[in-house]
């Protein structure tokens, strides 16, 4: 997720692109694309990467213990049908 750090950063690239012989436009500009920036990232329901990274962890160690589920149930359903037949 971006930090302030990088909100600010970007504003200021984006407030560079305004003609130096506005200044002040061009400091109101910065102000103003940072709130918007920092509003818009904050209503993306974003997660960090660490957050990200253990949500994947955990997603992986439930596929495994499905797997190992799914080789017990068809092993179960085989011996019920060599034990019926």
Wanted: net charge negative; glycine share 4%; aromatic share 2%.
């Amino acid at each position: 997720m971006m930090d302030k750090h990088d909100i600010d950063s970007l504003a200021a690239r984006l407030a560079a692109l305004v003609p130096e012989g506005l200044a002040r436009a061009q400091q109101d500009v910065q102000a103003n694309m940072r709130d918007v920036l920092a509003q818009g990232l904050r209503r993306l329901d974003l997660v960090t990467r660490e957050e990200f990274d253990v949500q994947a962890q955990v997603l992986a160690q439930t596929r495994a213990k499905l797997e190992t589920l799914e080789r017990t149930v068809g092993e179960l359903e085989a011996v019920i049908a060599a034990h019926d037949a």
